[in-house]
């Protein structure tokens, strides 16, 4: 399992300034609040709610690199934006070993934390996202995934209706 953490940085609690020096990060909440453990294997949530966008976030609380899309995650209008769009929201703290995010990470033949992969249920398939993302990246991610679920719900054709001689 050590082979996952490769990018971490075990018990520090600093990052890199643009100026060269360091700053301690002062958020250190864990995993984002109301998110739920990832307790089996994601294609088995993707079969069980096939329609339902779902995004996954692997990482430990240890790892500073993991702290940050749990801080970015934990913002007031990420949280809002993934509840409105539906989106199953699933935690994974490897901190103590998790056997099933482990195999996860494996599985999508990543070596190092974090992880964050979302499903997109207009076309079944689990995309991995980088492991640097602001809150405006989630925000359009959620925005497209919105608007590919509109699509698909009006038979794939755009729902823009037609004016009367056009």
Known sequence: MSGLFGACDRGRNNR????????SIAWSGGTPSGWEDLAKPMAEYSSAEPNRPKIVSIGATWCTMSLSPWRTFSQPAVRSALLDAGYRCLVADVTNGHEVASAEVERLGLNAMPVVATFDPTTGEWTVRPQYFREEDVLDWVRVQKLRLA????????????????
């Open 16 to 23: 890199a300034t643009s100026d060269g020096g360091t700053e």
């Open 151 to 166: 699509e698909k719900s009006v038979g794939g054709r755009s729902a823009t209706p037609l004016r009367v001689g056009d």
